[in-house]
C-alpha cells in the first residue's frame, strides 16, 4: 500500500521462490494471461483467492524456465 494512503497500491509483490538468474521470457498469449489475472486481483484490491488456479499456472511457468 502507499504510505499514508490504504486506498491505493504501490507494487504487488509475488514469492515464487528461487528463480534462475537472467531475463524470463513468455510469449505473447501467456503473458496477457497472466496480465490480466494479475490486473483483476490488483481491481479486487488483492483478493487472490479467486485467481489459484491461475497463479499456480504462473508460478509453474517460471520455475520451469531455464
Known sequence: MV???????DKFEL???HLPAGHV???AAA???FAAELDSI???EGDARG???SLRALR???LKIS
Not at 504510505?3 to 497500491?9: G, L, T, Y
Open 3 to 9: 504510505e499514508n494512503n490504504d486506498d491505493m497500491v
Open 15 to 17: 514469492n515464487v521462490g
Open 25 to 27: 521470457t513468455f510469449d
Open 31 to 33: 503473458a496477457t494471461t
Open 42 to 44: 490488483l481491481e479486487g
Open 51 to 53: 485467481h489459484l488456479e
Open 60 to 62: 509453474d511457468h517460471l
